[in-house]
C-alpha cells in the first residue's frame, strides 16, 4: 500500500500545485470562506463522499467572530462570481462555511483529518520578486491573502480525500475530512464540535506547512502546550459633554478603557505554566473638546492549559466590569474567539515518525516540538482525547520566502506531494 499511495500522491503534483494556486489566489477571510468551502464540497461529493455544509457541519449558535451580514452577502456573491456553485453556497448562507465529508468504509475505527482554510487580512505585496505575482497567482481579492499556508493544506487535503477514495475496498472503517473555517482567530472549531465534527472519532490528525518546521525536508511528528485562548470585543459606552464648561456631565469611555487596558495587563501570572494577555487595539472619542462617550477595545488572554487560560479569562472580565462601574459607564463584552489546549498523543507521535522513516522525502525527522501559541486544530484533538481517542499535529518542514503572517510569506511547493503521501499513508494504517 505504501507504494501506491507514493506513486499516486507523485502523479497527483500537477494538480496539487494547480490547486494550491487557484485558493491562493482567491483567499477567503473567517467565516467568508465560501469558493473554498464550495469548490471543496463539489469535489468531494465527485469522489463519493458524504458530505455535509452549512448547519449541519456548523452550529450557527457556536459561531465567534461572525462578520455582519451584509459582508456576508457580498462575499457570497463574490464566490459565486469566482466560479463557485451558487447552490452549495446558498446552503451555507450566514456564514456556515465548514465542510466534513465521511466515506464509509466499513467495520472499524473512525479517522479524521483536520484541514484550515481561512486566509489572512493581510494585502498581498505585489513585487515581482514575489513568486506568486510573478506566476500571476496572488491574490485578486483585496485585504485577504493566505500568509499562513492553509491554501496548501486545503490543497493537501483534497490529494488525501482522492487517494483513500482510491483505496476505499482496502480499508475498514471511516475516513472523516474536516475542512475548518475561521481557525485564524480560533473561531471554527468549538462550531463544528457542537455540530458533531469529532463525535465517534477514534484518532484524529492535523497538521501545518511550515511555522516551526522551516526547512524543506524538515518534519516534526508531534507538537505539544498549544496555548488556550479567549478572545474578546469590549465596548463602553458614557456620555458626551463639553471638556471645558461642563465636564462634570460626562461619563468617560476613553478612560474606563485606557483604565482597563492597564489593569488587565496587571493580571498576576500563573504559577502552574505560561499565561498571555493583550489589548491589541483600542479606539476612544470624537474630539480634542469632548468627553469621550465611546471606546472599543480588542483583546486576548492565553494560557498553558485551558484551566489557566479560563483563571485570564475570568480576571479578565472582572477587570472590564470593574473599569465600567469605576466611571459609570455601559459596557458590552462579545467572545469572538476561544479555543482548548492541547498535548499529542505519544502513539500517534510513534506512527507518523515510522511512517515519515519509510519515505525518502523527509532528512530530518524530530520527534516533538513545543507550539507555544494558538491552534484551533487543539479542540478538535483535546475533544477526540477526552472521549478515549488519540491524535498528534505535525509540522512540515518547507523553505519559506518569509514568515507566516507576512505580506511577502509563501512556501515551497515541493512539500505538496509529500505531504499528501505522509497524511494518506498515515490514516490507511489506521484502517487497514
Known sequence: MQAIIKQAAKKLEPQLIEWRRDFHRHPETGWTEFRTAGKVAARLQELGYTVKIGPEAVTAADMMGVPPADQLARHMERAVAQGADAALIKGMTGGLTGVVADLICGEGPT??????????????????????????????????????????HVAIGLGVAEILAGLKSQLRGSVRLIFEPGEEG???????????????VD?????????????????????????ATTKY???YTGRPAHAGAAPEEGRNALLAA????LNLHAISRHGQ???RITVGMLVAGQGRNIIPANALYK???????????EYMAAEARRII?????????????????GTKSGESSPDMRDRVRQIAAGMDFFEDIVDYAAFGATEDYSHFMSVVQQNGGSGTYFMIGADLAAGHHNNHFDFDEAVLAPGVELTALAVAELLR
Do not use: W
Open 321 to 337: 466590569v470593574a473599569a465600567a462601574q469605576m466611571y459609570g459607564v455601559e459596557y458590552d463584552m462579545i467572545q469572538v474567539g
Open 273 to 275: 505554566g505560561a499565561t
Open 299 to 309: 483583546m486576548e488572554t492565553r494560557g498553558e492549559t485551558s484551566e489557566i487560560d
Open 233 to 235: 470585543d469590549v465596548t
Open 258 to 261: 485606557a483604565t482597563a487596558a
Open 186 to 200: 480560533s473561531r471554527g472549531a468549538r462550531a463544528m464540535v457542537s455540530a458533531g465534527a469529532v463525535t465517534g
Open 111 to 152: 479517522v479524521a483529518v483536520r484541514f484550515d482554510m481561512d486566509a489572512n487580512d493581510i494585502d498581498e505585496v505585489q513585487d515581482l520578486s514575489h513568486l506568486p505575482r510573478r506566476e500571476g497567482f496572488a491574490s485578486v481579492n483585496p485585504g485577504a491573502m493566505h500568509a499562513c499556508g492553509h491554501d496548501g
Open 203 to 227: 484518532y484524529i490528525l492535523g497538521g501545518h506547512i511550515g511555522f516551526q518546521a522551516q526547512k524543506t525536508g524538515q518534519l516534526i511528528c508531534a507538537t505539544g502546550k498549544f496555548l
